[in-house]
């Protein structure tokens, strides 16, 4: 069973930044992706960004580029969502999630390919 835990989030204001971490836990072997997601009220869960465990290939939102940043940890298996220069558009809450099926030339942003869920962390900017 994989359990996947987000931290980090919190209230802060317009400009602010924030690390987001997702801490994956339990069996999973061979090549992944671990995707960060965020649904404000009202609204469609949207894909943020995702990284490959293996390679560490990157993924993000058009929109995302240039402000959000996703790395990993492998020691302590663990994915941050770096977030610079937030604006109350990205007031949501944020899950990570994992999909345990790659495919080559395929970007995992579609989240019901993703296999497990965390609970999420709320993330709320003021302006």
């Known amino acids: 069973q994989v359990q996947l835990v987000e931290s980090g989030g919190g209230l802060v204001q317009a400009g602010d930044s924030l690390r987001l971490s997702c801490e994956a836990s339990g069996r999973f072997v061979g090549s992944y992706h671990i995707g960060w997601f965020r649904q404000a009220p009202g609204k469609e869960r949207e894909f943020v960004a995702a990284?490959?465990?293996?390679?560490?290939?990157?993924y993000y939102a058009d929109s995302k580029k240039g402000r959000f940043t996703i790395s990993r940890d492998n020691a302590k298996n663990t994915v941050i969502l770096q977030m610079n220069s937030l604006n109350d558009e990205d007031t949501a809450v944020y899950y990570c999630?994992?999909?345990?099926?790659?495919?080559?030339?395929?970007?995992?942003?579609?989240?019901?390919?993703?296999?497990?869920w965390g609970q999420g962390t709320q993330v709320t900017v003021s302006s």
């Open positions: 999630a994992l999909r345990v099926t790659v495919v080559n030339g395929v970007r995992p942003d579609d989240p019901r390919k993703y296999d497990y």
């Open positions: 990284i490959r465990w293996t390679g560490g290939i990157t």
